[in-house]
């Protein structure tokens, strides 16, 4: 790289880390402020600008900060105090983040649960948040009433929308409530480690866990990305990811409501409305999550992928091999991508907009960060330690478990989940040093000499087969290049008795994909080893609320056609990818057929 171009780089990486910076210093865990101050400070700053418009109705900062003290005296009638926890169960509304926002004025926590969970996964949920109540819509209300039963507590509905039976008219009580704030003193003696909130991970390998997000948490997710993108207040916006989750609901929202800017919330995401949405509503920033992205590159072009005015797209997980399409198809100037988890410590930005990567720490910035990358035993699933017990930091290239140093300012505490347990398993111990203790993020990366981190994959998606290491995220990436592959999500599986797990992806194609050309570009791109031994076509990849892909249950499927109804292919080494019957299957599975 050319002096010069070398100069820009650090310019623009140093710019961004000391905006984000100069808006996190203050946060303090022993400090009185709380999230709700922030979020005040905003309100008293730009009343009556716009801040949320969903659908037809739009409503100023004034009108947000107004619902949500209703919300908290409704809890104080209700006999809801500090430390005590509503369960939140509703789809993406204009009053989503005033109903938290306004029981966190006096102390209460909520937690966001995943409006699209049904059965167990929701009981589990609602169990381990701890809540007696819970607020609902017409939508959810029926669901929850499902699992009512099997909870091993009473829980009281609160309905927005017509009530039925039971379920007590949320609309109704909060007409009587007051819009003015609740007394500050309601709060007094709180800090901001204090827990505001409950958000829930994903769920793609199991039941899922309630992370604390204190309001130190809050402040950095919301506060940080206000700094970061740069926004202000003429910026407008576009959030069609989940409000019950950290990167729309905390990082996306924080970085428009901060800064006086609005946000156009929408109920979901929508690939063939996206453009002509953007364009419409005037919106200058565009908060993904990776696979959104993928959907976009998906459709068909148009005209109105170029009639926009968005000067920003941030986000995680956008892939290395749809990050040049997106920028220049949809003439987006920045991608900001960076890197964080709900509940972890660790976090970085890709503030120079290097193509593929998570984020950089250069060498002459390493020691104000605490993460590091430590070298990893695949087998094991776990830290490799030398003979003196601690664990060794990887070499430039080299694929390691990133961690994060538990200690020093509020960006290295780990407030853990609702399970303790579940919280002790996510920290390693004595790793460079005795006593010391540090983050497991699960996340397999590895970073070049110049400091720029790339995702490999996670922890328990990296499997051996033929005595290598197989990335599943990487075999994702290239089947995702082959023409009619529209999406791609690759895994191990157990055969019979044989060492390691084979891996197999499963695929949604279109009519001009050709399985040959993928067993070619197979060939040409991946080792023997890393090439799929199976394929499963499907219509659909189930994921979750965040486009993450549930494969626990396509694991759990493995390769059985007694199974699985859709369309299974083998490797044969003379033939390339076959047709999976039930005979070939037994073979393959007796080892009679090696694979």
Known sequence: MKFEARVQREVRFLRGLLRTLRRVRSIAADSPNLICDDLEAAVDQWRERPAITFGERTITYAELDGVANRYAHWAQEHGLRRGQTVALFLPNRIDYLSIWYGLSKIGVATALINNNLTGSQLSHCLEISGATQVIADAETAPVFASVRESLSRHMVLWTLGPAVGDQRDLGKALKSCSQLRPDRSTRAGMTARDVALYIYTSGTTGLPKAAKITHMRAQLYMRGFAGATGAHKEDRLYQVLP??????????????????????????FSASHFWSDVAAEKCTLFVYIGELCRYLVNQPESEAEHGHRLRLAFGNGLRPDVWGTVKDRFRIPEILEFYGSTEGNVSFFNFDGKPGSIGRIPAYVKKRFNARLVKF????????????????????????????????????????????????????????????????TGDLMRQDEEGYFYFVDRVGDTFRWKGENVSTSEVAGILSGVPGVLEATVYGVKVGEQDGRAGMASLVVDKSFDITALAALADEQLPAYARPVFLRLQPQIEVTGTFKYRKVDLVADGFDPAVIKHPLYVRDPAKGYVKLTKAVYAKVVSGAVRV
């Open 243 to 268: 409000l019950y989750h950290a990167t729309g609901g905390l990082c996306g929202m924080g970085a428009a409501l901060l800064n006086g800017g609005s946000v156009v919330l929408k109920s979901r």
């Open 377 to 440: 035993d695949v087998e094991t699933e776990a830290p490799l330690r030398g003979l003196d017990g601690r664990c060794q930091e990887t070499a430039p290239g080299e694929v390691g478990e990133c961690v994060g140093h538990i200690g020093g300012d509020v960006r290295g505490e780990f407030a853990g989940y609702a399970d303790k347990v579940a919280s002790e398993k996510k920290i390693l111990r004595d790793v460079f040093e005795p006593g010391d203790a540090w983050f497991r």
